[in-house]
């Protein structure tokens, strides 16, 4: 490859590096942009189908990064992949469309000074990138809330093109309600609590990520590329190393070089760059340029799925036709709803005083932030594999944690940019996180068993011991979560703002260099990102 000269380097074209890429090559058109891409230009059908992804083998456009065994359950290995294609995790995840709620980004402004990051600063920018086709239950008034110009067309499940009458829906919306939950017309308003039809990036069976956002003629796109090095004269960054087909080569920057290669990948770039704390590159030989908590804070969206068999026969994902008149199951994720919540119980609050620091405690009680999720997917969905599917049809419903108090890390292996970082998102380490998780998963498992779910469709909850099926205590809710806990994919902070880049998500130290991806999150958001 030849050495080549650019303006901008971005280094990394997932969701945050295509959106750059395209906004920036609109707003400076006489500027020359390099975004290089360590995955393939393409991915075909897997990719561009809604459930392309969940039908066919990706390995190849995927990073098939794992864990290290953690702590907090008992060892297991949780899967911490990301898409290694253009478009980045957005080209193979679940097309989930969520923005977290106002207070968050509020708290987001005030913890960095910055009121930039506020919702109302924030919200031009939402709506920018979507065009938004409302559900079917919705106003279909135009919101101040929504983007009717974006490239990203955002549908929920009865506006997104296709019939997905899912056939449990009506028992789903009843569990919810039962277990108290109000419905929420648009989760993605600011107000995120209660439940709400689910929101998807995708239209007409066909997946919206972030590779369709179009890239200027002063773009050049280097796929199949990937970053190894970035380089410096002093703390000016000027260039990237790279590799492409086993050979080494090198992009120079007469501007700025920009890395978002995603939370776990951006800090491996800039740990072996020399940027990070002194003990973890001393441990491998690398000369370090400053000495910033890159890696650290480290924090994920767990979740602890409990799986329901209900007595009739054609009502799930494999137990019907995938495509039938009134419902297709390859236009979406199977899933009707998404619910967050809050929990208010008091030995919640007594332990976030004992455990954890005040600035935690107050993010913690920030009024409108959800504690945590919970959605129902139609079928039996199990990401670990430890649950084996029942005869005839079944729901899977996923209780998430989504303000997580535990943090983690990503470290290097070694300093061989082709091998993978040591992955840590630390689930369950903190105490308070374990509660969250046990009292979400009991308001539910309640909930279901006073619905429709039992009285008309005679759910029974399978996957576990027969025994623990009525015991709803820590101990058998804890034996639920070991068994069935993975994570939803929702990696951030580990380049985090205030610590390691300033609120221009300048690399603090250094000029020319900036990390814009997940990374730069300074606690985690109660949506899916
Ligand atoms: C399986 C899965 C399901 C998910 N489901 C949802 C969902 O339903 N809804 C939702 O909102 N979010 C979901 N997410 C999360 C969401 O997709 C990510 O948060 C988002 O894509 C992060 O954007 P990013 O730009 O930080 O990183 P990414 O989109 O991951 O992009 C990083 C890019 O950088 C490239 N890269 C990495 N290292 C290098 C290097 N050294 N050189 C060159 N290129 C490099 C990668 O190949 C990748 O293309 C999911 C994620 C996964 C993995």
Not at 50 to 67: A, K
Not at 122 to 134: I, N
Request: charged share 20%; net charge negative; aromatic share 8%.
């Amino acid at each position: 490859m030849e050495d080549t000269t650019f303006d901008y380097i971005i280094v990394g074209g997932g969701v945050a590096g295509c959106v750059l890429a395209s906004r920036l090559s609109a707003s400076l058109p006489e500027n020359s942009i390099l975004l290089i891409e360590a995955g393939p230009e393409n991915a075909d059908d897997r990719v561009a189908l809604s459930m392309g992804v969940f039908l066919s083998d990706t390995d190849d456009i995927q990073w098939n990064h794992d864990s290290i065994p953690q702590k907090g359950l008992d060892g297991n290995v949780v899967s911490k992949t990301q898409g290694k294609v253009l478009g980045g995790s957005s080209a193979i995840n679940y097309q989930a469309w969520t923005r977290g709620s106002a207070s968050e980004f509020d708290r987001w402004a005030e913890e960095v000074g910055d009121k930039r990051w506020s919702w109302n600063e924030m919200l031009p920018y939402f709506k920018r990138s979507e065009t938004f086709v409302p559900g079917k239950d919705m106003s279909q008034e135009k919101s101040e809330a929504h983007g009717y110009s974006g490239p990203i067309k955002v549908t929920h499940v009865s506006s997104s093109g296709r019939n997905r009458n899912y056939p449990l829906k009506a028992m789903i919306a009843d569990i919810h309600e039962t277990a108290g939950q109000k419905r929420n017309d648009d989760m993605n308003s600011g107000d995120t609590l209660g439940y709400s039809e689910f929101a998807n990036a995708t239209l007409n069976g066909q997946r919206q990520w972030a590779a369709l956002c179009p890239r200027g003629k002063n773009v050049t796109l280097w796929s199949s590329t990937q970053a190894i090095k970035l380089l410096f004269a002093g703390t000016q960054a000027v260039g990237v190393d790279v590799l492409h087909d086993g050979s080494a080569g090198t992009a120079t920057a007469g501007k700025e070089v920009i890395v978002s290669s995603g939370a776990q990948n951006t800090s491996k770039l800039l740990l072996l760059s020399g940027i990070g704390p002194k003990a973890e590159l001393q441990k491998h030989q690398i000369r370090q340029l400053a000495d910033l908590p890159v890696g650290d804070n480290f924090s994920d969206h767990p979740y602890m799925a409990t799986f329901w068999k209900v007595r009739e026969r054609g009502l799930s994902l494999g137990d019907m036709e995938m495509v039938t008149p009134d419902c297709d199951w390859t236009a979406g994720s199977g899933c009707d709803f998404f619910a967050f919540h809050r929990h208010e119980e008091e030995h919640l609050k007594k332990l976030t005083k004992e455990t954890l620091g005040a600035k935690e405690v107050e993010r913690f009680e920030l009024a409108g932030r959800p504690h945590t999720e919970s959605f129902v997917m139609h079928g039996h969905i199990d990401f670990t594999g430890l649950v084996e599917a029942p005869e005839g049809s079944s729901f899977s419903f996923l209780n998430i944690l989504v303000a997580p108090e535990s943090r983690g890390s990503i470290r290097l292996a070694s300093s061989s940019p082709t091998d993978p970082p040591l992955v840590d998102p630390a689930l369950f380490t903190n105490p308070v996180d374990s509660q969250l998780m046990y009292e979400c998963a009991r308001m539910n498992i309640t909930a279901i068993k006073a619905s429709s779910a039992v009285s008309k469709y005679g759910a029974v909850e399978y996957g576990i011991a027969e025994a623990d099926r009525d015991d709803l205590s820590d101990e058998a809710l804890r034996r639920r979560l070991v068994k069935t806990c993975a994570t939803v994919f929702h990696g951030s902070g580990t380049c985090a703002m205030g610590t390691v880049v300033d609120t221009e998500c300048r690399v603090l130290g250094f000029r020319g260099l900036r990390v814009i991806d997940a990374s730069i999150f300074p606690f985690p958001i109660g949506a899916h990102y």
